[in-house]
């Protein structure tokens, strides 16, 4: 039993810091009274520019900072795109999300092959005997940083000027209009801020794990983060306690299989996917509206 | 200082339109000075110019003994003005501190929470009204939020607050306390409060000075103690306007009861996503008469007109119209005369870009003559039908062939009315039917549903207009909560009763 939950505890840590990145980036960008669907092409495009700098310069801290620069590049577009009048920003983000895979998949053919260095772990575990906690207790970086990410966006949410302005121009456009701030300038840098954090959640992917770059390495993260979002009503930390679930859920077959349990092996792997479908079905009801910027119809 | 602000031979053009002409108002501090006039009459454009919004193309005016030459409504603050919109510009998932911060200019880099709670407790507690500092605003009812806005333009310590209708969304109550409190502001801080309304009730209750404007052109300015509603109501719609006299068209007593015409409603229940709606509504209505339905908004009043147009499917309780189950098909609808005119009739019954004549023709483009016997439309007897409503209610627009939504408000208001009022309606619903009309419109609609009445159609007037509502009816309904709260006399009824209950107080 002990092995189960070190395994599912261990899975948690380890699949949740992509969801953590792109949901607390989509955060910020639907605070901002928009929503980016696009994120799954932003989280693999972040996953191949940091893979391919990281490679050229030999450094995973640069590839990390070229994943962010990237994500925040396709958030830029989105960003822009969603700014011109007439346009949906569900129909551009959809695009944006076949155009980031697209792009990446064709930037990424010579990269299938090689190595590049990888990111550093933390060892928390020193202290222990037993290999499966010390394995549960290494910690990733990036994990790290989303743990402090977390608590850091709520209070700037709450306590900053650009926490509060970006919270203004989601709840009552007109409003942040008439106090002399450009909606649009701000959903336009939310929208980057939110891309790169998402870029950065994809580097996480090809430089720690699965830890190299394929077309197939993402599954669905990015589109999953934006359901765990509404679970999470728009609230960072509630953001990290979901990150932590879905990558709980994700990690239940492997964790299964480490005490003997390798029925249905691959229905477990799928259970992040049926979360999502849950959590969508059941906020998709009134409650799920609560603490929903008013800006932010799409859901209304 | 005599004027707090003297506007001098201001005016306003667009274009070949003139929205203001020679302008002249002062505005003594320590006042409440109303601004009066119908739709149009250019009191927006006036506060607009004040605000520094629109410049104006003519005159001048002077704030606080200083010549005024506002570019943006951040220099009019500056000078010591503040507005106060007709709809609200909260943050609703934000708290009360958290909207106070965001209209300090600029917002702090990092706040320091402690010390502005204790800055606004300290300014709360020097106010005549207190919010709490920490409720979400999308928890404040919406007298609350209106509080709150004034409250936000009184924390910049401004000396003259100009408010547009602050009243449409309040009940009597909050209404009389939110002025009754400006006043007392005014008069002990040397305020001027600048009160843009339509609502006599609130000049004769609680302004000092009455501005009333006509077309752009500044009627006279009088001091309410020596003027009356009457007087008033003149100044406002000038003398050659037929407005007046169709109030006293058809009176009351007098008319045909007919008995087989009628509506019920019985334990009317509606369960919606968003929670129960209609709960256990009854009503009973009779030819000849007409029922008045007052509320503030969002108390059922739209489900219920829903319901009669045939929306809503899953309802419980029974509704009969002349004594027959009502199932919501057209073809009852038109053999049983049950005329529905909803809300915002541009977007409820109209299709917008089609053109006046078919609008017109929705009720009975189906049928002979407008329909052959093979189902093929005729187009000229649609549009020669079409051109008879329009001179018979006299719709203003470019044409039959064009598209409905080039209308304005009250023209599509008429054109509904042209097509939903018929010989042969046995009951009439309607709801708000002059929204957003001026004086001439709402004058003609209810000559109109007066009418109805003497030609012994049921009438259900749902209006939150409140004064309509006691206007016109026979009969008076408080809708709160789904559920009808009082039933009376509009005569004897008192205003303070009826607000009681539209504020859904429950009384023992």
């Known amino acids: 039993m002990l092995s189960f939950i070190m395994a599912l505890v ?63 590049l396709l958030g830029a577009i989105h960003g822009w795109l969603c700014g011109r009048p007439g346009t949906s920003s569900i129909a551009v983000g959809i695009a944006m999300m076949v155009f980031g895979l697209g792009i990446s998949f ?68 007109q409003a942040a209009r008439a106090a002399g701030y450009s909606v649009e300038c701000v959903r336009l ?27 197939g390495l993402s599954s669905g993260q990015g589109l999953m983060a934006v359901a765990l979002v509404i679970f999470a009503r728009w609230d960072p930390m509630r953001c990290l306690w979901a990150s932590l679930i879905f990558g709980a859920a994700g990690s239940l077959g492997v964790a299964l299989q480490s005490i003997g349990i390798s029925q249905g092996f691959h229905l477990f792997n799928a259970a992040p996917a049926m979360l999502t479908l849950i959590i969508m079905t059941a906020s998709s009801s009134t409650s799920g509206n609560s603490g929903r910027p008013r800006e932010l119809t799409v859901f209304s | 200082m005599d004027f707090a602000i003297e506007t001098v031979s201001l005016g306003m053009r667009f274009g070949d339109f003139i929205a203001l002409e020679d302008v002249s108002i002062r505005f003594r501090p320590g006042t409440v000075h109303a601004l009066l006039g119908e739709n149009g009459a250019g009191k927006s454009t006036l506060v607009k110019c004040l605000i520094g919004y629109q410049k104006p193309s003519s005159g001048q005016f002077i704030v606080l003994n200083k010549e005024a030459d506002f570019a943006s409504p951040r220099q009019a603050h500056e000078a010591g003005l503040g507005m106060v919109y007709q709809h609200f510009t909260l943050a609703e998932q934000m708290t009360v501190a958290e909207n106070f911060l965001l209209v300090r200019d600029p917002i702090p880099l990092v706040v320091d929470w402690p010390k502005e709670k204790q800055r606004l407790s300290e300014f709360m507690n020097a106010m005549p009204f207190k919010l709490d500092i920490d409720t979400p605003v999308s928890q404040l009812s919406a007298g609350e939020k209106q509080k709150l806005e004034i409250l936000k333009e009184l924390f910049f310590e401004r000396r003259i607050l100009i408010l547009d209708e602050p009243t449409s969304v309040l009940t009597p109550q909050e209404a009389d306390e939110v ?20 609502k006599f009730r609130e000049v004769s209750g609680w302004c000092d000075m009455v501005s009333v404007l006509r077309k752009g052109r500044h009627v006279g300015t009088v001091a309410v103690a020596e003027s009356d509603n009457q007087r008033l109501a003149a100044m406002m719609v000038g003398d050659n306007e037929d407005a007046g006299q169709s109030a006293k ?20 229940i509606l369960d919606t996503d968003r929670g129960r709606r209609l709960d256990k509504l ?7 008469e007409i ?31 002349s004594g027959a189950v009502f199932n919501g098909s057209r073809k009852q609808l038109r053999v049983l005369g049950l005329n529905i005119i909803p809300e915002l009739p541009l977007q409820n019954s109209c299709v917008g870009r089609m053109s006046l004549s078919h609008n017109l023709a929705f009720r009975d483009y189906d049928l002979p003559p407008l329909s052959s016997k093979a189902g093929f439309l005729m187009l000229g007897r649609i549009e020669a039908a079409a051109l008879d409503k329009i001179a018979e209610y006299g719709i203003r627009s470019p044409g039959p062939a064009a598209p409905i939504e080039k209308l304005s408000g009250g023209n599509i208001q008429r054109a509904v009315l042209a097509r939903e009022l018929r ?38 007037l749902i209006s939150e207009d409140l004064d309509e509502v006691i206007g016109l009816s026979d009969r008076l309904c408080v809708i709160s909560s789904g559920r009808i709260a009082l039933e009376g006399d509009p005569k004897t009824l008192t205003t303070a009763e009826i607000g009681l209950h539209m504020a859904g107080h429950q009384v023992s």
């Open chain 2, 291 to 321: 029922l008045g339905i007052a509320g503030i908004s969002g108390n059922g009043q739209r489900e219920l007109v829903e319901i009669l147009s045939g929306i809503h499917a899953h309802y419980q309780g029974a509704i009969r119209i």
């Open chain 1, 189 to 215: 840098l939310a929208t980057m801020a939110g891309g790169a954090l998402g870029g950065i959640g994809g580097s996480f992917l090809s430089l720690y794990y699965p830890g190299a770059w394929t077309e």
């Open chain 2, 179 to 198: 002025l009754g409190l400006l006043r007392k502001m005014a008069t002990e801080t040397g305020l001027l409060v600048i009160l843009i309304t339509h």
């Open chain 2, 282 to 288: 009854n009503l009973t209505l009779s030819g000849g």
């Open chain 1, 10 to 72: 261990a899975g948690a840590v380890r699949l949740s810091t992509p969801f953590l990145f792109v949901s607390l980036g989509e955060t910020i960008t639907e605070k901002s009274g928009r929503i980016n669907l696009g994120l799954e092409g932003i989280l693999v495009f972040g996953a191949l520019s940091g893979f391919g700098a990281s490679y050229l310069s030999g450094s995973a801290l640069i590839g990390v900072v070229a994943a962010g620069i990237g994500g925040a």
């Open chain 2, 423 to 460: 010989t042969d309606t046995k009951v009439l619903v309607l709801y708000n039917p002059c929204f957003g009309l001026d004086f001439g419109a709402s004058a003609f609609v209810h000559a109109k549903i007066r009418e109805a009445r003497a030609r012994g159609a049921a009438v259900l």
């Open chain 1, 106 to 173: 064709y930037l990424g053919k010579p990269l299938i092959q090689p190595k590049a260095p990888q990111l550093p772990d933390i060892d928390l575990g020193w202290w222990a005997t037993s290999p499966a906690v010390r394995a549960a207790l290494r910690i990733n970086l990036l994990f790290v940083l989303g743990l402090l990410m977390a608590p850091f966006l709520r209070w700037a949410f709450r306590s900053t000027r650009y926490g509060l302005i970006v919270r203004m121009a989601g709840e009552n456009a």
């Open chain 2, 249 to 268: 068209a058809t009176p009351n007593s007098g008319h045909t009861s007919d008995k087989t015409a009628g509506l019920s409603i019985t334990d009317l």
